[in-house]
Antibody, heavy 121, light 112 residues
Framework: QITLKESGPTLVKPTQTLTLTCTFS??????????VGWIRQPPGKALEWLAL???????RYSPSLKSRLTITKDTSKNQVVLTMTNMDPVDTATYYC?????????????WGQGTLVTVSS | QSALTQPASVSGSPGQSITISCTGT?????????VSWYQQHPGKAPKLMIY???NRPSGVSNRFSGSKSGNTASLTISGLQAEDEADYYC????????????FGGGTKLTVL
């Protein structure tokens, strides 16, 4: 049974760096084809792809946020970490991590419950 | 990258069928058979409903179906039920972004 759970601060100040951790079970990020992605959703708005990492350490970033994002994996801990620098109130959103199995082009069949991050001073 | 275009809202009565469109370009929807659809109820995580244009994951009702014509993909829900009321998002592989994928803006389905 595959599960994912996001964790991290619920409140960050403008200009700070956000670090989110996706802890998963039921699969290994060392298995060929497996990927984990981060997606966010501002309140009342649409989903937005942020970053993805695959079993072979291939990484993909949103072009508009690339300079602010870093995604890494710790296969031994079953974790994927996303860092976003220079946070701004417009980054207030629910952040989700999700699982894929096929490699690019893929789809995301399991999602975490999401974690709401508010950016405010 | 530009988002795929979806209608902001659609509605239907119980038992009816509705279709949600997702329009892109030849660099995404029209060029590849890698469109997926996600259902999201308020306050919940998205749920995969369709992948690769028309494939349903195990456990998804066969009332949900997907198709594609040219640069437009469609999600059809037949025999509409109250529990289908939710937001629906399409996503497609794209060759025009280093991220390889793009979401639609989402469609709010209201069951009257």
């Amino acid at each position: 049974q595959i599960t994912l759970k996001e964790s991290g601060p619920t409140l960050v100040k403008p200009t700070q760096t956000l670090t989110l951790t996706c802890t998963f079970s039921g699969f290994s990020l060392s298995t060929s084809g497996v990927g984990v992605g981060w997606i966010r959703q501002p309140p009342g708005k649409a989903l937005e792809w942020l970053a993805l990492i695959y079993w072979n350490d291939d990484k993909r970033y949103s072009p508009s946020l690339k300079s602010r994002l870093t995604i890494t994996k710790d296969t031994s801990k079953n974790q994927v970490v996303l860092t976003m620098t220079n946070m701004d109130p417009v980054d207030t959103a629910t952040y989700y991590c999700a699982h894929s199995t096929r490699g690019i082009p893929d789809y995301f069949d399991y999602w975490g419950q999401g974690t709401l991050v508010t950016v405010s001073s | 990258q530009s988002a795929l275009t979806q209608p902001a809202s659609v509605s239907g009565s119980p038992g009816q069928s509705i279709t949600i469109s997702c329009t892109g370009t030849s660099s995404d929807v029209g060029g590849y058979n890698y469109v997926s659809w996600y259902q999201q109820h308020p306050g919940k995580a998205p749920k995969l409903m369709i992948y690769d244009v028309s494939n349903r994951p195990s456990g998804v009702s066969n009332r949900f179906s997907g198709s594609k014509s040219g640069n437009t993909a469609s999600l059809t829900i037949s025999g509409l039920q109250a529990e289908d009321e939710a937001d629906y998002y399409c996503s497609s592989y794209t060759s025009s972004s280093t991220l390889d994928r793009v979401f639609g803006g989402g469609t709010k389905l209201t069951v009257l």
